[in-house]
T-cell receptor, first 114, second 115 residues
Framework: AQSVTQLGSHVSVSEGALVLLRCNYS??????LFWYVQYPNQGLQLLLK??????LVKGINGFEAEFKKSETSFHLTKPSAHMSDAAEYFC????????????FGTGTLLAVQP | DAGITQSPRHKVTETGTPVTLRCHQT?????MYWYRQDPGHGLRLIHY???????DKGEVSDGYSVSRSKTEDFLLTLESATSSQTSVYFC??????????????FGDGTRLSIL
């Protein structure tokens, strides 16, 4: 069965510092992986997705993630944090099959300090 | 942004009353989903639909029912609301794909409080 673990429910960085949000997955089939961002009082917005093409995936707002099969990881990074990056971030893995059902991690709340 | 509208956006109701939440999409996507979001639990799937009149249960379906009579509308009903169903509810949609490679796109949510 597929599962997702996000290490660190809260991460705090200084403005301009590297952002690293960790996601490890477990999947019995070749995984499709997604990162979403949620700003306060809004729905989830797709940041990027890995669908077995390039292992380094670039997304919106300067974020990128690298798929590492040997480490079963899909960590999200951004070289320089901006105040507007403060939000909650969710990693998700597809269940496989035709229904596009996703298994979500419990989320990481990113705070950006001035 | 994907054309997804949830209504109402906020609702306060009393225990034991029926509640229906509506999700409307303009994307003609095949798949639709209802989630609830609670602190510490992330998103949990309640029910989903894979076509008109075709629905199935998710991991937290007890106390909820759904209906999809048209491609664009997916209704979530709490037959007799309980305080444990106080939550933020999200609708999502997804296009047909291969092996789960299509992302889901989310509405802005409905904040439901049951007193």
């Amino acid at each position: 069965a597929q599962s997702v673990t996000q290490l660190g429910s809260h991460v705090s960085v200084s403005e301009g510092a590297l952002v690293l949000l960790r996601c490890n997955y477990s999947s019995s089939v070749p995984p499709y992986l997604f990162w979403y961002v949620q700003y306060p009082n809004q729905g989830l917005q797709l940041l990027l997705k890995y669908t077995s093409a390039a292992t380094l995936v670039k997304g919106i707002n300067g974020f990128e993630a690298e798929f590492k099969k040997s480490e079963t990881s899909f960590h999200l990074t951004k070289p320089s944090a901006h105040m507007s990056d403060a939000a909650e971030y969710f990693c998700a893995v597809s269940e496989g099959g035709a229904t596009n059902k996703l298994i979500f991690g419990t989320g990481t709340l990113l705070a950006v300090q001035p | 942004d994907a054309g997804i509208t949830q209504s109402p956006r906020h609702k306060v109701t009393e225990t034991g009353t029926p509640v229906t939440l509506r999700c409307h999409q303009t994307e003609n996507h095949r798949y639709m989903y209802w989630y609830r979001q609670d602190p510490g639990h992330g998103l949990r799937l309640i029910h989903y639909s894979y076509g008109v009149k075709d629905t199935d249960k998710g991991e937290v379906s007890d106390g909820y029912s759904v209906s999809r009579s048209k491609t664009e509308d997916f209704l979530l009903t709490l037959e007799s609301a309980t305080s444990s169903q106080t939550s933020v509810y999200f609708c999502a949609i997804s296009a047909s794909g291969t092996g789960g490679n299509q992302p889901q796109h989310f509405g802005d949510g409905t904040r439901l409080s049951i007193l």
